[in-house]
């Protein structure tokens, strides 16, 4: 499998987290204005820091996960996000996700990260459909959702919480 060490845009730095990431990606995992939407996903340091290393499994197994997002020209890191495998509803898909800092937020900055990932998935993974899933109350992914041309799939429920699942099936 063709792994992205580091992709460029315009404006950001996508690279596979490292050990390094773990601080900002448990500060933002315990920044509440992060998570206007879904405060229930906010998690302790210690969960935070299993899940970063979750990331790094995924990208063991498949090749691709989620990147931490820099800014190509300072370095800082404004968020976490990309593509990760995803088969629990049925039909294999790539799961495209973004969690910014709120200093990050009215920059472009998630529409950029997530147009860089939709390319690399036609290129590297053109089997496998993009799929966003947000609350259905979060207006800005959706708009996102829509602009970058995902369709709207379904409306469900997860743990009591009503979200959105929209899909981008570049394969036609």
């Known amino acids: 499998m063709v792994e992205p060490e580091e992709i460029r845009t315009r404006r950001l730095l996508l690279r596979r987290p490292e050990p390094a990431d773990a601080e900002p990606f448990i500060a933002l995992h ?5 998570y206007p939407h879904d405060s229930w ?16 499994e995924k990208w ?11 800014l190509a020209e300072t370095g800082e890191v404004i968020g976490f996000g990309g593509l990760q ?3 629990g509803d049925g039909d294999p898909v790539l ?5 910014f800092f709120p200093t990050a937020w ?11 990932a939709i390319d690399w998935a036609r290129r590297h993974r053109p089997e496998h459909p993009v ?16 602009k970058l041309g995902f369709k709207f799939e379904e409306h469900r429920e997860r743990d009591g919480r009503p979200e959105v699942v929209y899909l ?4 036609r």
């Open 30 to 34: 315990n920044t509440p204005e992060a």
């Open 85 to 87: 495998h995803w088969d």
């Open 60 to 70: 063991d197994e498949n090749g691709i996960g989620y990147w931490t997002i820099r």
């Open 168 to 171: 981008l099936d570049h394969s």
């Open 95 to 99: 799961n495209l996700y973004y969690r």
């Open 41 to 56: 996903l906010r998690r302790s340091p210690e969960d935070a820091r299993q899940q970063l290393d979750s990331f790094g």
């Open 106 to 116: 009215g920059n472009g900055y998630a529409p950029e990260m997530a147009a860089a």
């Open 131 to 146: 799929r966003i899933v947000t609350g259905s109350e979060n207006r800005a992914s959706i708009r996102i959702a829509e």
